[in-house]
C-alpha cells in the first residue's frame, strides 16, 4: 500500500490540488448557495408535471402535457434505469455540489489525457486547467447547458482512450473507450458527441495514412477493431436514449416538414438560417487571445468611468435633448443607456461572453506549430482550422453550407459556434505537447530558443499591435450601426452632431476595452515566454517552471471566467426552491379541478420562447428546442400573425392570460368555446395533404367537424357512423401516458381527444383490446368509436423506450465485464513483466 502512494503520491496531490481550486472559484456552494442558471430554472418549469408524476408514483412518466399541448419528454427527464451509466452521471453530479462536480471532470479528464501522453504530472495539471477553465466551458455553466458541459467533459478521456488503444492496449484502451464514450452519449448531448466525432474521424484518416506509410496495417486494423467494439457497446448501453432520440427526432422541427406550400420551410432539418443564427464572427475569433477585442458578452454595460457614461451624466445629452422631452428627459437617456451603451460591438443574436483560450496557451500553441514534429500536429491544426471554419457558419457559409447540405446529421443542430468547444480541447493539447517537445531534449537549445522568440513575436506582437492602433485592424461597431444611428437621429430629432458624440464615446470605450485586454495578454505572453525560456536554457528548475506554468495559466483564464461566472451567480437554495410564484390568476387557474386543460400566456411576450407559464399550468405554449414539427407548423401558421381561436379552442385552450399595458395588471379569461378534452364530431371532411389540412382548419367548427388527411380514409368506416349527439364520452382518470375515458353512444362515431397526435408509442385500448386510431385537426388523436358503453384508454408505451431499455441492460452487464476483463489483463501483464 505505502508503494502505491509512493508512486501515485503526485496525482494524488494534483488530484486534491484540483478540488481545491474548484471549490475556491466556487466558493458560495460551502455556504449552502447554488448557481441561478437561467436554462435550468427553464428546465425545472418544464419537468414539474414529470418530476409531480414521480414523486407521486416512484417513476416520471414518459409523456408531458406541460407544453406545447403535449410531448414526449425524452429530450426534458426521462429514467434510463437499466442503463449503467445513468448512475456514472448520478455520481457526478452527487459527489460534489454543482457546478463543482462539473468543472472536477473537466480537470480529472484533461489530465488522465495529459498523463496517457506520458506527460510530466505538473505540465498534465496546467494542461488539464488550461482546458477546463477555457471561458466557454464556464460560460455554458453559468447559462446552465448542464448535458453539454458534461459532454464536453468526456471529450479527453476518450481520446485518451483511443490513444491507449492505438498504442496496443487493445483492451483496456477499448473497454475504457466504451465507458467514456457510454457516459459520453448519455449525458445527451448528441451535437457536442457529433462534432467530437468529425475532430476523431480526422484523426483516423492520418492513422491510416501513417499505418499504410510504415506498412503496419495488420496493428492498425486490430486497434480499429477494439475501437469500433468500444463505440459499438457504447451504444448498446444507450440503446434506450439513442432509439428514443432517433425516433422522436424524426418528428421535431429537425425533422422531414409535413407542408410544402411554405418554400421556406425546409424539406429536413433545421432552417439555415436559424441553424446559423449563432454563427462565431471571423472576427472574433482573435478573443482566443485577447478576451475583450469584441466587449464581452452583450448586454453589459460600458465602463461607468468611461467616456459614454460622462456625457450621459456630464449634462451633454440631457442638455441637448431636455427641450424635446421635458420631464421625460430622464426616460430618454435610459433609453439611449440601454439600446447604444452595449460593450459587446459582434453580430452574434446576443453572446454570453468570448471564446478565450488563455494568452499563454495560445502563444505555446503557436510554439508548437514550430516545434512539435509528431504527425497529430498536423491533426490538431487540420481539425482545429475546419471546425474554425464551420464555426462561422453564414460569416463563411462556403464551407458550412457543404457540410449542412450534404454531411448527414450536420442540419439537425443549431447555434453552430458551440463547434469550437471542440477546438478548446484542441488548442492547449498542441500547447502541453511542444512544451513536452521541448522538454525531451530532441531540439538544439538555440534553435528553441530562436521558435520560442518567434511565437512570442507572433502573439505578443498582434497583442502590441492591438493595444497601440486598435481601430487599424477593427471597426468597434457591428453591422446594426446604421439602424442605431438612425434611431439615435430620431430620439434626438435629427441632432447629428449629438449622434456623432454619442457614438464616438461608445467606441472610444470599445477601444479602450481591447486595448486594456490587449495589454493584459501582453503580460501574460511574456510570463509564459519567461518561464519556457527559463526552464529550456536551464535557468530554473523543470517541475518548478511546470508548476508555475499552471498556476500562472490558472490565473489568466480565472480571471476572465469571472467575468462571466462569479459568486453574484449564486443564490441561495430556498430562492431558487421559490423562484416560480404564483400570481393571482395562476392561483384562480389552479383551483379549477378539471385534469387536463390548457392556458395560453400572453403575458410573456411570445409565448413559445418561455416555459415559466409551464411550472403552474398545461400550456399551449413553452420552451425547447426539440418540439414537435407538427405543433411548430400549426404555431407558424395559425398563430403568429393572428392567433386562430378554432386552434385555441380544438387544444382545449381553457383560459387566456394577458397583461395590460397600461399598469401591467395580469387579467385572466376563461374561453367560453375550449372543446374540452374530448367530443363527437357530426362530421368528417377529408383533406389530400397537410397543406390542405392547415388550410382547413384555418376557419372550421372544431366540435362538429374534424379534418382528417386522405391517408387514414381506412380507419373510418362512413357507413356506420352516426353524429354521437346522444352519446357522451369524459375523461375520467388522468395521467400524462395513461389517459382513461368512458364513452355512450347508440351508433359507431368519430370522437376527437384535445391529445397531441404521436404515433411512435401512443395506442388506444377499448374494453382491454387495441383498436385503431388517426390524427385529425393536423395535430389531434381522432377515433371511430364502436357503439354502446365502452371504457378507452390511450396508454404510451413506446418500444423504442421499453426495448431500448433491455439492450441497455445487455450492454451494461457487457461493460462491467469488459472493464472487469481488461483490467484483470492488464494486470496479469505487469506481474509477468515483473517476473520477467
Not at 468500444?230 to 422531414?256: C, Q
Request: contains cysteine; positive net charge; hydrophobic residues 45%.
Amino acid at each position: 500500500m505505502n508503494n502505491w502512494f509512493n508512486k501515485n503520491g503526485i496525482h494524488l496531490a494534483i488530484i486534491a490540488f484540483f478540488v481545491v481550486i474548484t471549490f475556491a472559484y466556487f466558493s458560495p456552494v460551502l455556504q449552502g448557495k447554488a448557481p441561478q442558471q437561467g436554462d435550468v430554472l427553464q428546465a425545472k418549469a418544464m419537468q414539474k408535471e414529470i418530476m409531480d408524476v414521480k414523486e407521486k408514483d416512484g417513476k416520471g412518466p414518459l409523456w408531458t402535457n406541460q407544453m406545447f399541448g403535449g410531448m414526449p419528454a425524452y429530450q426534458i427527464w426521462v429514467q434510463y434505469p437499466l442503463n449503467i451509466t445513468t448512475y456514472g452521471i448520478d455520481v457526478i453530479k452527487g459527489v460534489f455540489p454543482d457546478p463543482v462536480g462539473t468543472v472536477v471532470l473537466y480537470l480529472l479528464g484533461a489530465y488522465l489525457l495529459f498523463c496517457v501522453l506520458r506527460i510530466n504530472p505538473w505540465l498534465a495539471a496546467a494542461g488539464a486547467i488550461a482546458f477546463a477553465f477555457t471561458s466557454y466551458n464556464f460560460i455554458i455553466i453559468a447559462a446552465g447547458h448542464s448535458n453539454k458541459a458534461l459532454a464536453i467533459g468526456f471529450f479527453a478521456p476518450i481520446l485518451a482512450a483511443i490513444i491507449l488503444t492505438l498504442r496496443g492496449r487493445y483492451l483496456v484502451g477499448g473497454s475504457l473507450l466504451a465507458l467514456f464514450m457510454a457516459l459520453e452519449i448519455r449525458s445527451n448531448h448528441i451535437q457536442m458527441t457529433y462534432y467530437l466525432f468529425i475532430a476523431l474521424f480526422i484523426l483516423g484518416c492520418i492513422e491510416l495514412y501513417h499505418a499504410v506509410k510504415a506498412k503496419q496495417l495488420a496493428g492498425f486494423g486490430k486497434s480499429v477493431a477494439y475501437i469500433v467494439a468500444g463505440i459499438f457497446l457504447s451504444v448498446l448501453v444507450n440503446a434506450g436514449t439513442l432509439w428514443t432520440t432517433y425516433e422522436y427526432g424524426k418528428e421535431t422541427i429537425r425533422g422531414k416538414s409535413n407542408l410544402t406550400t411554405d418554400k421556406a420551410e425546409p424539406a429536413n432539418g433545421l432552417d439555415k438560417a436559424y441553424a446559423y443564427q449563432w454563427s462565431q464572427g471571423v472576427g472574433e475569433s482573435f478573443t482566443f487571445l485577447i478576451p475583450n477585442l469584441y466587449g464581452g458578452a452583450s448586454g453589459g454595460q460600458l465602463d461607468p468611468n468611461g467616456k459614454f457614461i460622462k456625457i450621459l451624466q456630464d449634462g451633454t445629452v440631457s442638455n441637448a435633448i431636455a427641450p424635446i422631452y421635458g420631464q421625460e428627459t430622464e426616460k430618454a437617456l435610459n433609453a439611449i443607456a440601454q439600446n447604444a451603451g452595449s460593450n459587446y460591438w459582434g453580430d452574434k443574436p446576443g453572446t454570453s461572453g468570448p471564446y478565450y483560450f488563455g494568452a499563454i496557451i495560445c502563444f505555446l500553441f503557436v510554439f508548437g506549430l514550430f516545434i512539435v514534429k509528431h504527425r497529430w500536429k498536423w491533426w490538431i491544426l487540420g481539425s482545429s482550422v475546419l471546425l474554425l471554419f464551420l464555426s462561422f457558419g453564414q460569416n463563411f457559409p462556403l464551407i458550412s453550407d457543404l457540410f449542412f447540405d450534404y454531411l448527414p446529421g450536420y442540419n439537425k443542430f443549431r447555434a453552430v459556434e458551440s463547434i469550437l468547444a471542440v477546438v478548446g480541447l484542441l488548442v492547449p493539447l498542441l500547447a502541453i505537447l511542444a512544451v513536452k517537445e521541448a522538454q525531451d531534449g530532441k531540439y538544439d537549445q538555440k534553435y528553441l530558443v530562436q521558435r520560442l522568440t518567434w511565437s512570442a513575436g507572433i502573439t505578443g506582437g498582434f497583442a502590441l499591435l492591438i493595444a497601440v492602433a486598435p481601430t487599424a485592424f477593427f471597426s468597434f461597431t457591428n453591422a446594426t450601426q446604421t439602424q442605431l444611428t438612425g434611431w439615435l437621429n430620431q430620439i434626438t430629432q435629427n441632432n447629428t452632431s449629438l449622434t456623432a458624440r454619442i457614438l464616438d464615446a461608445v467606441k472610444a470605450d470599445r477601444v479602450s476595452l481591447a486595448r486594456t485586454d490587449a495589454l493584459r495578454s501582453l503580460v501574460f505572453i511574456a510570463i509564459g515566454f519567461g518561464l519556457t525560456w527559463a526552464f529550456i536554457t536551464k535557468k530554473m528548475n523543470m517541475q518548478l517552471a511546470f508548476g508555475l506554468l499552471a498556476l500562472f495559466v490558472l490565473i489568466d483564464l480565472w480571471q476572465v471566467d469571472r467575468r462571466y461566472l462569479n459568486n453574484q451567480n449564486f443564490v441561495s437554495k430556498s430562492d431558487l426552491n421559490n423562484h416560480y410564484q404564483p400570481r393571482d390568476v395562476d392561483n384562480f387557474i389552479s383551483a379549477d379541478k378539471d385534469p387536463n386543460f390548457r392556458v395560453f400566456d400572453l403575458s410573456l411576450g411570445d409565448p413559445f420562447k418561455s416555459a415559466e407559464t409551464s411550472y403552474f399550468h398545461k400550456t399551449v405554449g413553452g420552451f425547447h428546442s426539440a418540439r414537435l414539427k407538427r405543433f411548430q407548423e400549426l404555431v407558424d401558421n395559425q398563430m403568429t400573425k393572428s392567433i386562430n381561436q378554432d386552434v385555441l379552442d380544438m387544444l382545449n385552450t381553457k383560459y387566456i392570460i394577458t397583461q395590460d399595458p397600461q399598469n401591467g395588471s395580469y387579467k385572466m379569461q376563461r374561453n367560453a368555446t375550449a372543446a374540452g378534452n374530448a367530443w363527437f364530431v357530426q362530421s368528417v371532411q377529408f383533406a389530400r395533404n397537410a397543406d390542405e389540412e392547415m388550410k382547413a382548419i384555418s376557419s372550421f367548427d372544431a366540435k362538429k367537424e374534424a379534418i382528417v388527411d386522405e391517408s387514414f380514409k381506412n380507419s373510418i368506416d362512413t357507413k356506420r357512423l352516426g353524429t354521437g349527439q346522444e352519446g357522451f364520452i369524459k375523461l375520467t382518470n388522468y395521467n400524462p401516458d395513461h389517459l382513461t375515458y368512458e364513452y355512450s353512444t347508440a351508433k359507431d362515431a368519430i370522437a376527437v381527444f384535445s391529445e397531441i397526435y404521436y404515433n411512435k408509442g401512443w395506442k388506444m385500448y377499448i374494453d382491454g383490446v387495441e383498436k385503431p386510431y388517426f390524427r385529425a385537426d393536423y395535430v389531434l388523436r381522432a377515433a371511430q368509436l364502436e357503439a354502446g358503453n365502452h371504457k378507452l384508454e390511450f396508454i404510451f408505451h413506446p418500444t423504442s423506450y421499453y426495448a431500448g431499455e433491455k439492450i441497455s441492460l445487455a450492454g451494461s452487464i457487457l461493460l462491467l465485464a469488459g472493464l472487469g476483463f481488461g483490467f484483470y489483463s492488464e494486470e496479469k501483464k505487469k506481474k509477468k513483466a515483473i517476473k520477467a
